[in-house]
């Protein structure tokens, strides 16, 4: 296992720095957190996995430690990013690992740019639309993990946006497992808390606004859906993914003491095993070429 290090990189127009961690050679991983999470809670999963991958875990723009410019706090802007990053490494055959609001990153990603650069990949805990169209059945909106309404919304982000006690830390006590040991619960709210509040609450708007499921039924990589049994996730929901994602593979991964949001904190050998099997099933390059 290689030594993780700390990088840069200059993305939209050269305007704003994200930072970066980085370990291994081979084939590219690039690893994206959820809303307001950062590349930290990833370090074990870089070490881990760069015996074979060349693998990095991205702090979104605000998040962690990038630049946290004015404006830019929507999905398919972060999915530029995304963008610029790939090209600017010259990243190709690149299996993308996206964590709750990363997938959304990875859906206006292949949506704006294609599939030239990826080859696979990895989603966890994300469901296809978060706001409820009330003109959908009730049937309709369950399957598709469809369970937050307007006014919730609303409701959430505004409360960011006010200060006072900030939501985040009630919706990580929420969507972890009753086990999680004190700690680690600290170091999720301490990373998430590193995003400003009114840039979270725009960015988390945005991302819940869109209904992605026509962008992922025409994904067409090879991909292993995770589910983590989380309360604002539906497992319903992520077995729809699967079902409507070709060839896909779906695999249900919980804490060591119940669901969780958070797989590759909570329970993260486990966590490392399934997503190592996946990448070693994919062929080579020296096979694929």
């Not at 410019?69 to 990013?81: E, I, L, T």
């Not at 959304?104 to 294609?114: C, D, I, N, P, R």
């Not at 170091?187 to 869109?210: C, K, M, P, W, Y």
Request: some cysteine.
């Amino acid at each position: 296992m290689g030594d993780v290090h700390e990088r840069e990189i200059a993305v939209d127009r050269g305007t704003v720095v994200l930072r970066y961690l980085e370990a291994g050679q081979g084939r590219p991983m690039v690893m994206l957190p959820g809303w307001s999470q950062t590349a930290e809670l990833y370090r074990d999963q870089v070490r881990a996995l760069s015996h074979e991958h060349r693998v990095i875990a991205l702090d979104h723009r605000g998040h962690g430690r990038s630049d946290a410019p004015d404006v830019g706090y929507h999905v398919h802007r972060v999915a530029a990013d995304l963008h610029d990053v790939l090209t600017t490494l010259d990243l190709r055959d690149v299996t993308l690992l996206a964590h709750s609001m990363g997938c959304a990153v990875s859906w206006a990603y292949t949506e704006l740019f294609g599939t030239a650069r990826l080859d696979s990949l990895v989603l966890i805990d994300q469901m296809a639309s978060v706001l409820r169209n009330p003109a959908w059945s009730d049937e309709e909106a369950e399957a598709v993990g469809a369970i937050v309404d307007v006014d919730s919304l609303f409701g959430f982000t505004n409360g960011l946006r006010n200060g006072g006690d900030d939501p985040r830390v009630a919706f990580l006590e929420q969507v972890t497992s009753e086990g999680i040991h004190p700690s680690t619960l600290d170091r999720l709210i301490e990373q998430n808390l590193l995003f400003d509040r009114v840039h979270a609450a725009g960015l988390l708007f945005d991302t819940a606004s869109f209904d992605w499921r026509d962008a992922v039924e025409v994904i067409g990589l090879p991909t292993l859906i995770i589910s983590g049994d989380s309360v604002n996730v539906p497992i319903r929901s992520q077995q729809w993914l699967h079902e409507h994602i070709g060839g896909s593979q779906f695999t249900r991964m919980t804490a060591r003491s119940g669901g969780t949001h958070f797989p590759f904190v909570e329970n993260p050998d486990a966590f490392t095993k399934t997503v190592a099997t996946f990448l070693a099933s994919r062929p080579s390059l020296v096979a694929a070429g």
